[in-house]
């Protein structure tokens, strides 16, 4: 079933949910974001019944918002707990201590901050809200000097966001030692057996080693091939900790130059947020993911690559690194913006004030043509807008 919240539902997800007829929970937030949509509608009575007869039912969030909803009415559920476990990151790295036991983390409540002495702590390392989502209140620090700048942004009225605590709580951080390595983002699901199945791999692309923006996650043949199996193996071992069954993730790691895995974080019950990796999934494969994890499907990779050879499809987040306030801009000229694009898949315009982006481009890229890539990667988007 589906617990569809706010604040975005694509429609490609819509007609996923109309054409498999898919439970969907009837819940206020739900019926706001699809009003006039035909739907299998559930009572919340009936879907918190049936989960807590059946632990193992097949249960996707389009949104991390939904996670107040699994803790306000499936609190002694395994998905609940499940849940709670993976959205703190505190509790995430005491999962798999015994697996990275030279790892640094430390939490420190927000108060705790501005008076934080750094014995023991070596540079570079990241800060980042202990409940965190989209890259808010997420620092890297090289240097003494970066570390009074970015305490001045850690405060409570800097960390304001459109987010329930469930989803971003700024009250605790953690603290821990950089993670060297290319960083990739892995849609998943754990199936009725717990063996995991890996829908979409994606390389998240920085600018430099103190970005840390959600700007491009690109996927091709080249990566799953590269390090499909290297991930499967990583992943199976968090499905024997932990009894995942049924169980979507999106999950964020990175991969040395040595093949080392080291985790950052596991999103539970969600792919890519806002309806991103999941949609793109379907632009680059043809894979519908959650038909793929509610029907309990494996990807046929060696059909699927022999008619995708040699692209590259990308999920190209338009977040605001403008130095715009939201309420300063005027208008976005996405008209601009398409004309750098080989081949726009899909184009997603979004309100700024109302989303926090601008929207979301998914693309398909020849190997020629990468640097369109490059430059948006590195772009604050101020062509772009009028203020």
């Excluded at 590269?226 to 991930?231: C, D, G, P, T």
């Excluded at 080291?262 to 969600?270: A, S, T």
């Excluded at 694009?341 to 899909?346: A, S």
């Excluded at 990468?370 to 948006?376: K, T």
Aim: glycine share 4%.
């Amino acid at each position: 079933m589906f617990l569809i919240d706010k604040p975005y539902v694509s429609d490609f997800l819509i007609k996923t949910l109309k054409d498999n007829n898919f439970p969907v929970i009837s819940t206020q937030n739900a019926r706001e974001l699809m009003p006039e949509e035909a739907l299998n509608w559930i009572s919340e009575e009936e879907a918190i019944a049936i989960i807590n007869n059946v632990p193992n039912t097949s249960l996707y969030l389009n949104s991390e918002n939904g996670t107040a909803w699994i803790y306000n009415n499936l609190g002694s559920s395994a998905k609940a707990k499940h849940s709670s476990i993976f959205k703190d990151k505190f509790r995430f790295r005491e999962l798999l201590k015994d697996s990275f036991p030279d790892l640094f983390y430390k939490v420190v409540t927000i108060e705790e901050i501005q008076k934080l002495s750094l014995y023991g702590i070596h540079f570079p390392f990241v800060i980042k809200p202990s409940v965190g989502f989209f890259s808010i209140g997420v620092y890297t620090i090289h240097n003494l000097q970066e570390w009074e700048i970015t305490k001045k942004e850690l405060k409570y009225e800097n960390l304001q966001t459109i987010y329930p605590k469930e989803v971003l709580n700024t009250s605790s951080f953690i603290i821990e030692g950089y993670i060297k390595g290319e960083e990739y983002a892995v849609d998943c699901y754990f199936n009725n057996i717990g063996e995991v199945v890996i829908l979409n791999i994606l390389h998240h692309k920085f600018s430099s080693s103190s970005d840390i923006n959600d700007r491009v996650y690109t996927t091709s043949k080249e990566i799953i091939l590269n390090y499909k199996q290297l991930i499967e193996e990583f992943l199976q071992t968090i499905s024997n900790k932990t009894g995942l069954r049924n169980f979507p993730a999106h999950v964020e790691l990175r991969i040395d130059d040595t093949g080392r895995i080291c985790p950052i974080e596991v999103n539970p019950l969600r792919f890519g947020g806002i309806c991103s990796t999941g949609d793109l999934t379907w632009h680059a494969y043809g894979i519908n993911s959650y038909e793929y994890f509610m029907l309990n499907k494996n990807p046929d990779w060696e059909n699927i690559f022999a008619t995708r050879n040699n692209k590259k499809y990308s999920n190209i987040v338009l977040n605001n690194n403008s130095g715009f306030a939201p309420s300063e801009i005027k208008h976005f000229d996405y008209d601009l913006l398409t004309k750098e694009f080989e081949n726009i898949l899909e184009l997603r315009k979004m309100d700024i004030i109302k989303y926090g982006v601008f929207g979301f481009i998914f693309t398909e890229t020849s190997p020629e043509n990468e640097e369109e890539l490059n430059n948006i990667l590195i772009s604050d988007l101020k062509k772009y807008i009028t203020v």
